[in-house]
């Protein structure tokens, strides 16, 4: 992930424990204009319109529709060192084991 030509600020939360696990991202761009915390996750909207920043305002929509139908949550808030700060839980993996019949390739 790159955020305008340096790399955003990862963090992995939660490793070893049990329940939702939550991940952070921190990044030091130009951040969240106020009052648009929530819709940043809508359908085409564009926070920076006016700034010339390039964008559908497709890419938080679909983040958001993949953490919930894994059964997560996905917040926006204002990063204390300047820009945004994005935070999703996951649910634990849980370890299956799918056997699949395998058939022979017979030939007659």
């Known amino acids: ?3 305008q030509g340096r790399a955003a600020h990862r963090d992995r939360l939660g490793a070893g424990r049990r329940g939702p696990r939550p991940v952070e991202i921190t990044d030091n761009g130009i951040g969240i204009p106020a ?5 940043i ?9 006016s700034g010339g920043y390039a964008g559908t ?10 953490v919930e139908r894994h059964g997560g949550s ?6 204390p060192g300047g820009g945004s700060r994005f935070a999703f839980t996951l649910p634990a993996a849980t370890r299956r084991v799918v056997h699949h019949p395998v058939k022979a390739n017979v030939r007659s």
């Open 74 to 79: 996905i917040v926006a808030t204002d990063n």
């Open 1 to 3: 992930m790159r955020t």
């Open 57 to 66: 305002g497709l890419g938080l929509a679909i983040c958001k529709r993949i």
């Open 41 to 49: 996750f809508n359908n085409f909207h564009r926070a920076h319109r």
């Open 35 to 39: 009052g648009q915390h929530e819709a």
